[in-house]
């Protein structure tokens, strides 16, 4: 099972945890989570008006092995307008831009999806049992 809680947070909002949504799927292979603007896609959606997150930003995807894996999906544009951190293990990471990155099995951590042109982020937890 992989569990997920997502908060935006914009300057105005810093330390508020009101407003937190939260997914969860079986470790089955195939099982998707998907973070981004688009409802219609996504199981965790950001404000419409955040563009700095993609209709579809994050896939998250149950392997054969039971293993998730972190995907940054390209959007519509060449250079994107946020960068995305992963937290696990008491060790922080850069994404590039469309990779993609096995989860820790049986760990959690944080993803931060941080907007380049102000303070605003998209913070995902993740808790993922065995």
């Given amino acids: 099972m992989l569990e997920l809680t997502m908060a935006t947070v914009s300057a105005a909002d810093a330390g508020a945890t009101a407003g937190m949504t939260m997914a969860q799927a079986p470790s089955e292979p195939g099982a998707v989570l998907r973070v981004g603007r688009d409802a219609a896609g996504c ?13 579809v930003h994050l896939e998250f ?37 469309g990779a993609t990155v096995p989860l820790p099995r049986g760990g959690s951590g944080e ?11 998209v913070n995902v937890g993740f808790y993922q049992e065995v």
């Fill in 43 to 55: 199981r965790l959606v950001t404000p419409e008006d955040w563009l700095f997150v993609s209709r």
């Fill in 61 to 97: 995807r149950c392997g054969p092995d039971g293993v998730w894996h972190l995907t940054w999906l390209c959007g519509s544009q060449p250079d994107p307008a946020s960068e995305v951190r992963l937290t696990a293990r008491g060790s922080t990471q850069l994404l590039d831009y």
């Fill in 111 to 121: 993803i931060v999806v941080q907007d380049r042109s102000g303070p605003r982020s």
